[in-house]
């Protein structure tokens, strides 16, 4: 995997808090929320502006109870259930996120599909994780704060991924839930000194507003293109660093 680019050097990373932005963001709400869209389903743009579509297969691993589903809702603007169960298959959702580069100005939507397995299913069925890793793009290995054992089994998951052209990023769940924290910032630290990956932090409610899932998206995005640019042999005007952090 290419080294991680500082965030905000590939792409426009306030960019949905701009003015200009609103033309676009508004393509992806229907009435202030987030819309639902299908497998088939895009954006639709007015004829004079022209704007491509990048498409990306992104696989959520983690232990199973560290919310894998309810984030993918999460982000997607998708009612969480309320009742836990683990998933049973393959489930797949559809979202859409329009991103400014930073180099040219240029503006691409980001057709990102989430991949969601149970970690039973997983182990029971062999078929599933080729399925799961086939052409995939990056994958998200969320812990939850509240579990420290599946913060402990992050470590086990990345080593198994060594596939180099696989972005990589880490998410904390449950990070609301402070007063049941059982993993340390100390130990997110030193996590983060010895992987060099992003460390994302997301709580466990829905939002409609876009500056919470923001991190989120862009943080995937830049990763994605910037290791799209090292694999087309481009040039990235940007120094390069070691790990970074966003909340």
């Not at 965030?7 to 949905?16: L, R, Y």
């Not at 609301?176 to 910032?185: I, K, P, R, Y």
């Amino acid at each position: 995997m290419a080294p991680v680019p500082p965030p905000g050097s590939v792409i426009v990373a306030d960019w949905h808090r701009c003015k200009e932005s609103k033309e676009y963001f508004n393509k992806i709400l229907h009435k202030k929320r987030r819309r639902t869209f299908g497998l088939l389903e895009s954006p639709v743009m007015p004829p004079h502006i022209a704007v491509d579509t990048v498409h990306y297969k992104i696989f959520i691993c983690g232990k199973s109870g560290v919310g894998k589903t309810a984030f993918a809702a999460r982000i997607a603007g998708l009612n969480i259930p309320n009742v836990h169960h683990e998933t049973t298959g393959i489930e797949t959702t559809v979202v859409y996120w329009p991103v400014k580069l930073r180099e040219n100005g240029r503006v691409l939507f980001f057709h990102l599909q989430l991949w969601d397995c149970g970690e039973t299913a997983l182990r029971r069925f062999d078929h599933l994780l080729p399925s799961c890793k086939e052409q995939v793009d990056a994958v998200l290995f969320l812990f939850s704060f509240t579990d420290r054992t599946s913060f402990d089994e992050v470590s086990n998951q990345i080593a198994k991924w060594t596939e180099p052209s696989v972005v990589k990023v880490v998410v904390g769940t449950k990070f609301d839930l402070f007063m049941h924290c059982d993993v340390a910032e100390r130990d997110v630290r030193e996590f983060q000194k010895k992987w060099s990956l992003p460390v994302l932090r997301t709580g466990g409610e829905v939002s409609n507003g876009l500056g919470d899932v923001a991190p989120i998206f862009n943080c995937l995005a830049e990763n994605l293109w910037h290791q799209d640019c090292v694999r087309a042999g481009a040039t990235c005007h940007h120094p390069l660093q070691e790990a970074v952090t966003l909340l």
